[in-house]
């Protein structure tokens, strides 16, 4: 069975700071993806990433996919509280559509 | 290009009921995928269909079914609905094809099984 654990399960910062999630896994996956979700609402993809060693930033998160495409990792840079939400990391094995989603980690960023 | 929609937003239903849900993908898009979402388990995929074929299943009872029709657009349906059942359920469409898997999710339809 593959699992991906998302650490931390949960995070309250101050806005301004600087924070890192982790998705790490035993599997490798073929591609990994970023979501963030609102209360009430479906997840937002943000990224995807599919090669090992590979960094993207968009404005302020930086995403990176480790050499051996088993663990992710996703940096805020001086979080706003429009950040505050449900971070959820998502691998594809293969050629698929079957996303499997990490346990989640919810993000609160206090003004 | 207009979103993913889902059809009801918010359903209540009574133990043994049954219950179908609708999804409209993304014009152009051929994939649609259903998972399940609750604060237990998480999200988990229950099937995807592409051209009107499932192409995947999740670990799902057979109480959970779908179907995907020529437009795309996908239906899900739960039979004999359990108290467990309670979640959001969240369709996903993406082009399906080789160059690209990322999926796009629909706000969801909340499900309570009472």
């Known amino acids: 069975t593959q699992l991906l654990e998302q650490s931390p399960q949960f995070l309250s910062i101050q806005e301004g700071e600087n924070l890192t999630v982790y998705c790490n896994s035993s599997s490798v996956f073929s591609s990994l993806q970023w979501y963030r979700q609102e209360p009430g609402e479906g997840p937002v993809l943000l990224v995807t990433v599919v090669t090992g060693g590979e960094v993207k930033k968009l404005k302020r998160l930086t995403f990176q996919f480790g050499d051996a495409r088993k663990d992710s990792s996703l940096h805020i840079t001086a979080a706003q509280p429009g950040d505050t939400g449900l971070y959820l990391c998502?691998?594809?094995?293969?050629?698929?559509?079957?996303?499997?989603f990490g346990t989640g980690t919810l993000l609160a960023v206090q003004p | 290009k207009a979103g993913v929609t889902q059809t009801p937003r918010y359903l209540i239903k009574t133990r043994g009921q049954q219950v179908t849900l609708s999804c409209s993908p993304i014009?152009?898009?051929?994939?649609v995928s259903w998972y399940q979402q609750t604060p237990g388990q998480g999200l988990q995929f229950l099937f995807e269909y592409f051209s009107e074929t499932q192409r995947n299943k999740g670990n799902f009872p057979g109480r959970f079914s779908g179907r995907q029709f020529s437009n795309s657009r996908s239906e899900m349906n739960v039979s004999t609905l359990e108290l467990g059942d309670s979640a959001l359920y969240l369709c996903?469409?993406?082009?399906?094809?080789?160059?690209?898997?990322?999926?796009?999710f629909g706000p969801g339809t909340r499900l309570t099984v009472t």
């Open positions: 996903a469409s993406s082009s399906g094809t080789s160059s690209s898997y990322e999926q796009y």
């Open positions: 014009s152009g898009h051929r994939s």
């Open positions: 998502a691998g594809a094995a293969g050629a698929t559509n079957k996303l499997i």
